[in-house]
C-alpha cells in the first residue's frame, strides 16, 4: 500500500513568513496527526483528527498554527507568521485506530 | 514535563553483539508502547509494540521487554547489524489516546 505523502520535504523561510505543509494519509485511515520534531528531542502531537473533526489540540499553538482536514482524507498544517523555534521537522502520520501508525517522511523547516 | 524517558542519548555496539535501548516512563495508566526507528531524513517506522498485559513480545532479532512494577521498557536486538544503526524512540499511550514519545537513542552498530 502506499505510504503517507507529505510536501514539500524541505522548506527555508525568514521569520514572519508564512508557510504551509501538506499531508496525503493512507487510504481509509480515519485518522491523522501532525507532529513537530525539534532537533535532539522526541516528535510532539500538534493536532489529531478523526475523519475532519479535531480530536486533540492541546499542544497547537493556535495564535500562529492551524490545521485543516479537508473531507475526512488530505490535510494541511500552516504556520502564520514563523519564529524561528519553528525550525523542525513537521511529521504526519496516519492510522486506522487508536494504535500504530504510520508516519510519513517529514517536511524539514527551517526558519532564519 | 516528559513523561517517557530516553537517558542515553547514543550507544555503540559491535556487529553481532546484542544492543540494549532503555525507556521509563513515570505515568502507571500507560497501557501500551511501541518502539519507533528513525533513518536520517525519514519519517519514524513502527519496529514493535507490547501491551500493558504482557510483559515480552518477540519479534525476529527484536524483543521488547516491558517491567510494569519499575515502569520500565527494554528493547532487545540480537543480533545487532550495521543496518540497525539509526535512532530508535519509544513511545507510551494510555486508553488508546495521544502518544508521548522518549527523546531517543542514536544506536551505531560497528562493522
Known amino acids: 500500500e502506499a505510504g503517507v505523502a507529505q510536501s514539500p520535504r524541505y522548506k527555508i523561510i525568514e521569520k514572519r513568513q508564512s508557510v504551509a505543509f501538506w499531508c496525503n494519509p493512507i487510504s481509509g485511515h480515519a485518522t491523522l496527526y501532525w507532529y513537530q520534531q525539534i532537533l535532539g528531542q522526541g516528535p510532539k502531537l500538534l493536532i489529531q483528527f478523526q475523519n475532519n473533526g479535531v480530536v486533540d489540540d492541546s499542544q497547537l499553538p493556535k495564535d500562529r498554527f492551524s490545521a485543516e482536514r479537508l473531507k475526512g482524507v488530505d490535510s494541511t498544517l500552516k504556520i502564520q507568521p514563523a519564529k524561528l523555534e519553528d525550525s523542525a521537522v513537521y511529521l504526519c502520520?496516519?492510522?486506522?485506530?487508536?494504535?500504530?501508525?504510520?508516519f510519513g517522511s517529514g517536511t524539514r523547516l527551517t526558519v532564519v | 514535563d516528559q513523561q517517557v524517558k530516553q537517558n542515553s542519548p547514543s550507544l555503540s555496539v559491535q556487529e553481532g553483539r546484542i544492543s540494549i535501548l532503555n525507556c521509563d516512563y513515570t505515568?502507571?495508566?500507560?497501557?501500551?508502547f511501541l518502539w519507533y526507528k528513525k533513518y536520517p531524513a525519514e519519517g519514524p517506522t513502527f519496529l514493535i509494540s507490547i501491551s500493558s498485559i504482557k510483559d515480552k513480545n518477540e519479534d525476529g532479532r527484536f524483543t521488547v521487554f516491558l517491567n510494569k512494577s519499575a515502569k520500565h521498557l527494554s528493547l532487545h536486538i540480537v543480533p545487532s547489524q550495521p543496518g540497525d544503526s539509526a535512532v530508535y524512540f519509544c513511545a507510551a499511550s494510555a486508553y488508546g489516546n495521544q502518544f508521548y514519545f522518549g527523546t531517543g537513542t542514536s544506536l551505531t552498530v560497528i562493522p
Open positions: 502520520a496516519s492510522s486506522p485506530r487508536a494504535y500504530g501508525y504510520t
Open positions: 505515568n502507571s495508566m500507560f497501557d501500551y
